[in-house]
C-alpha cells in the first residue's frame, strides 16, 4: 500500500514514516506542508493520504483543506485525517463529499499502533475510520444548528431578507412596523453569531447561512 504523509513536525513525520515502513506499508513521500502534499499527491498518486490538520503557514486549517481538495481532484485517493482536533466545519464537509475512503482520527486518542495500522488498512479499501470523539463533536454541533434558535416569525423575515426584500419591502409584506422589523433583523443576526463587524455585510451572511440549509 503507498502512503504519502504530511505532517509539519519533523519529528512525528519521521516517526509516522518509520511506524507505516515497520508495518508494511510503502511511503512514497513525507512532507511538511499543504502545497508540497498537493504535488506528492499529484505526482504518485497514491492509495492513500495520511494528513494533519494544522500545518504551515498559518497552521489552522491547511491539511483539512488539502484533504477536501484531494477528495475532489482525485476521488481514488484515500483520506485519513490525523490531528489534535477536530475541525468540525471542515470535517463536516470532508464526510459529506463520500462516505467511503475517508477517515478521521485523533492523535491523543490513538491508543494501540496495531488499531491504528489497521484504521489506515480499512480507510484504504474504501472503508471508514472516525474517532468516537469526532462523531460525537459533529453529532452535537448538529443539534445546536443556530438556524434552531430562531422563531418562526425570525424564519419569515430571514426567508424574505434571501428573496432581496429590503426592511421596508419586509414592512409591506408582513404588514408590521418598521421598528418590529428592525428588532427581528437585530435578533436574527444575534441567534446566526453574527457580532458587528467593519469588515463582512452581517445581513449577507444570514442570508447565506439560511441558503445553505
Known sequence: MRIVIAEDSVLLRAGLTKLLADGGFDVVDAVADAEQLLRA???HRPDLALIDVRMPPTHTDEGIRAAL??????PAVAVLVLSQYVEERYATDLLSVRTSGVGYLLKDRVAHVSDFLAALRRVAAGGTALDPEVVAQLLVRHRQDPMDRLTPRELEVLRLMAEGRSNHGIVDTLKVSHSAVEKYITSILSKLDLPPTDTDHRRVLAVLRFLRI
Open 69 to 74: 481538495a484531494i477528495r475532489h481532484q482525485f
Open 41 to 43: 499527491v499529484a505526482e
